[in-house]
């Protein structure tokens, strides 16, 4: 009886090693299937990272250039504002004539001058006000006045 019994033991001890070797390779197969999608989804994003990025370059581009050629959106940006030209020109660390002439498209407006444009873009009424009032503070020529 004990040589059955060892015999039932070793049979189970084979089954349950060939069922333990058939779940790690199953495991083993999903985590490699893993690896792969895995990799697959990084080669997407950082092909799709490389479009936005070149989408976003394009992007602030045409942007200036539609800038530089359009006086249109300066008068859109100081109607949005609610300042006048000269008060755009202050914002702009400009002078009221050069503002004219980018406004009427007689002069186009430099990278730079894009680049002060676009950190006014984001300002509200009030922001712009307060600007206002904190660059006229610092202006020399206003104590004069005062």
């Known amino acids: 009886m004990a040589y059955i019994q060892k015999i039932i033991v070793e049979r189970i001890k084979v089954l ?7 779940h790690w390779r199953s495991q ?5 299937t893993m690896k792969g999608d895995l990799a697959e989804c990084k080669n997407r994003l950082s092909s799709l990272e490389k479009n936005v990025e070149a989408e976003c370059k394009n992007m602030v581009a045409y ?6 050629s359009s006086g249109t959106t300066l008068k859109a940006l100081q109607k949005k504002l609610g300042v006048s030209q000269k008060e755009l020109a202050v ?8 503002v004219n002439r980018w ?6 407006l430099s990278r730079k001058s894009c680049e002060k444009i676009a950190k006014i873009r984001s300002l509200s009424k009030s922001e712009a006000q307060q600007m206002l009032k904190e660059k006229e503070g ?4 206003n104590e004069e006045k005062k």
């Open 103 to 108: 406004e009427s498209g007689k002069v186009k």
């Open 63 to 68: 942007w200036f250039d539609c800038m530089r």
């Open 138 to 141: 610092l202006d020399p020529m």
């Open 91 to 98: 914002l702009l660390d400009s002078n009221p004539e050069t």
């Open 28 to 32: 083993s197969d999903e985590s490699h």
């Open 16 to 22: 349950i090693r060939r069922e333990i070797k058939k």
